[in-house]
């Protein structure tokens, strides 16, 4: 049975756990204070948040959570990084750190109750962010407005111009 400040702490992971649409688990071994602020900092302006909790305290309350344990990753020292909506962002905040500090190591994580592994994790953080997707959703259906308002404007304007030249015929006649 663990003890009190345990099972506050597993309260807390499960908390934590409810809600978010990501995982990632992060090995953050050789990170200096300054750079794991750095860290928090990107993450949490992606939308999500980086916590640090013992790997079996995660394990049993991904357990309880009937979510998949996790094994293979929670092993050495792990921090991990729930994201909410924007799961690209949060991927995407991970692998940019990542990039400029090789002591970052992404693991894996969970997303939607299934684990990924870290290169899917990588794949996601290669997606475009909402505001991309929505941007490039209005820009589809604006092209296809004006294509088609171009199109409705062609008739008339062809009609008159055949009109024109029947007119310009019959003068010349």
């Known amino acids: 049975m663990p003890n009190a400040k345990n099972q506050e702490m597993l309260t807390k992971i499960k908390g934590d756990l409810d809600g978010v649409s990501a995982v990632w688990v992060v090995d953050y071994c050789g990170l200096t204070v300054k750079d794991i602020q750095a860290l928090r900092t990107a993450i949490r302006e992606s939308g999500a948040s980086l916590k640090v909790y013992k790997n079996t305290l995660m394990h049993i309350a991904l357990e309880e959570s009937n979510l998949p344990t996790l094994d293979d990753m929670l092993a050495g020292p792990s921090a991990f990084v729930f994201a909410g909506d924007d799961v690209a962002a949060a991927a995407k905040a991970v692998k940019t750190f990542a990039k400029t500090n090789k002591n970052l190591e992404i693991k894996g994580g969970l997303m939607e109750g299934a684990q ?11 997606l475009p962010s909402r505001e991309e997707l929505l941007a490039q959703i209005a820009g589809a259906i604006s092209g296809v407005a004006r294509g088609l308002a171009v199109a409705l404007n062609g008739v008339p304007s062809g009609l008159a111009q055949v009109t024109k030249a029947v007119a310009d015929q019959k003068e010349a006649a």
């Open 116 to 126: 990924v592994s870290a290169a899917q994790v990588e794949a996601i953080a290669s």
